[in-house]
T-cell receptor, first 113, second 113 residues
Framework: LAKTTQPISMDSYEGQEVNITCSHN???????ITWYQQFPSQGPRFIIQ???TKVTNEVASLFIPADRKSSTLSLPRVSLSDTAVYYC??????????????FGKGTKLSVKP | DSGVTQTPKHLITATGQRVTLRCSPR?????VYWYQQSLDQGLQFLIQ???????AKGNILERFSAQQFPDLHSELNLSSLELGDSALYFC????????????FGPGTRLTVL
């Protein structure tokens, strides 16, 4: 059963790059990794998803090493509006079917001016 | 606005009671997911339905049940409520299953007194 671990909090300044790492030592071969962002009193919002290597979209990059036991969400040039909680999610799959969805405890990112 | 609606927004009830939370997925989405978010446990996946059928189960208690109706809306039933059931309950929807992006609703805040 996959378990995820992420730092509880991180601080950054506007314009910096922020990297948040999630450990998932027991990830299985077909499990996928997704990152979500959550603002207070709102539901989580999808950021990025991947299986391995590197994935990039218009808001973030996701780095997954070959052993897939961790993943790193990279936010380029953060702004004050990026202050939020970031969750990594490991989605277990069994023979192509959906299994359990394991969220990390979340990393509270505080961006300062 | 994710396109996922949840009612009610807030619910206050007493221990031992039963409540029903309702979720309407985004137009065209066939999957509905239910999550519980509390301060000490973080985001916990409860259950997923796809086109009316249960597809995956997480940490859902036996006192909790859910169903998805032919019009694809879903209801989460919580019975014999305990103080520890106080939490935010989120519904999410996706087009299909497995790796599809989930869109979260605004949540229902349940308070058990």
């Amino acid at each position: 059963l996959a378990k995820t671990t992420q730092p509880i909090s991180m601080d950054s300044y506007e314009g910096q790059e922020v990297n948040i790492t999630c450990s998932h030592n027991n990830i299985a071969t077909n499990d996928y990794i997704t990152w979500y962002q959550q603002f207070p009193s709102q539901g989580p919002r999808f950021i990025i998803q991947g299986y391995k290597t590197k994935v990039t979209n218009e808001v973030a990059s996701l780095f997954i090493p070959a052993d897939r036991k961790s993943s790193t969400l990279s936010l380029p040039r953060v702004s004050l509006s990026d202050t939020a909680v970031y969750y990594c999610l490991v989605g277990e799959t069994y023979g192509g079917s959906q299994g359990n969805l394991i969220f990390g405890k979340g990393t509270k990112l505080s961006v300062k001016p | 606005d994710s396109g996922v609606t949840q009612t009610p927004k807030h619910l206050i009830t007493a221990t031992g009671q039963r409540v029903t939370l309702r979720c309407s997925p985004r137009s065209g989405d066939l999957s509905v997911y239910w999550y519980q978010q509390s301060l000490d446990q973080g985001l916990q996946f409860l259950i997923q339905y796809y086109n009316g059928e249960e597809r995956a189960k997480g940490n859902i208690l036996e006192r909790f049940s859910a169903q998805q109706f032919p019009d694809l809306h879903s209801e989460l039933n919580l019975s014999s409520l305990e103080l520890g059931d106080s939490a935010l309950y989120f519904c999410a929807s996706s087009v299909g299953t497995t790796t599809d992006t989930q869109y979260f609703g605004p949540g229902t805040r349940l308070t058990v007194l």
